[in-house]
């Protein structure tokens, strides 16, 4: 499990400020949703989270390590948002799985990573549909696939960027299900934006709400109840 921490973080885009002065500390095994909204730079956190872009200032580390450091070891999963919906892409979706264990495990048999990929197909209820390919599949089918392949790696936090978007209703309710199987069941940290603001603050336990700055953290619950409508979780700037 992956405990991560954010210390007066600041990031801008060609000079102009993005975020300033984000504190956080996610404790290891939390469910954490980061709402906002639109361009207040919820993805940009996440990001930086994965270590996958760097602060101009400020630290971000995961179980006490660098995450630069961290990225080596293999055990960050991350969905970037609509990932994998290029319906011409002619890969299956047990080759897209597989895809998981490059960077870790390039010593593992055919056998061995066969296993590990129908586990993992299993574990997001889409075995049945290894061999079909991904640009086949439902909006809803293809995040699975794609939480499968983040999975592979066997990670200990899990990012995902709008892992609900574009699809429909029923697909969305099955994701945040599953996200919430494996972080109670595996105990995956997870953290995910969103902007399913009613859905999402219902199975995390805790809320991220970003608006340049870190406008609320604590209780998913609390901020149903009290900050949910405020301006700052709905109006760039306020």
């Known amino acids: 499990m992956c405990g991560i921490k954010l210390d007066n973080i600041y990031f801008s885009y060609s ?39 760097r602060p101009m200032q400020g630290t971000v580390e995961i179980e006490g390590i660098p995450v630069q450091e961290f990225r080596k070891s293999g055990r960050i999963g991350y969905v970037p948002q609509n990932y994998g919906r290029n319906t011409g892409f002619p890969a299956t979706v047990e080759e897209i799985v597989k895809m998981g264990l490059v960077s870790q495990h390039t010593s593992l048999s055919k056998v061995a990573s066969r296993h590990i990929v129908g586990h993992m197909l299993t574990l997001v209820g889409m075995e049945e549909m290894r061999k079909r390919r991904i640009s086949d599949l439902s909006g809803g089918q293809q995040q699975r696939v794609m939480v499968a392949r983040a999975l592979a790696g066997n990670p200990g936090a899990l990012f995902l960027d709008e892992p609900t ?42 809320v991220a709400c970003v608006n340049y700055g870190l406008c609320y953290f604590g209780d998913s619950g609390e901020y149903r109840k009290r900050h949910g409508q405020d301006p700052h979780s709905w109006f760039t700037g306020a």
């Not at 995956?188 to 805790?206: F, G, N, P, Q």
């Open 15 to 53: 000079g102009t400020s993005l975020l300033s002065n984000i504190n956080m500390q996610i404790v290891s095994g939390e469910f954490i949703v980061i709402l906002g909204p639109n361009g207040s730079g919820k993805s940009t956190l996440l990001k930086l989270m994965t270590g996958l872009i």
């Open 165 to 206: 978007s574009g699809i429909d209703p029923e697909a969305s309710a099955k994701i945040y299900e599953l996200l919430k199987h494996l972080n109670t069941t595996l105990g995956v940290t997870i953290v995910m934006v969103s902007h399913d603001v009613e859905k999402a603050t219902r199975w995390a336990s805790r």
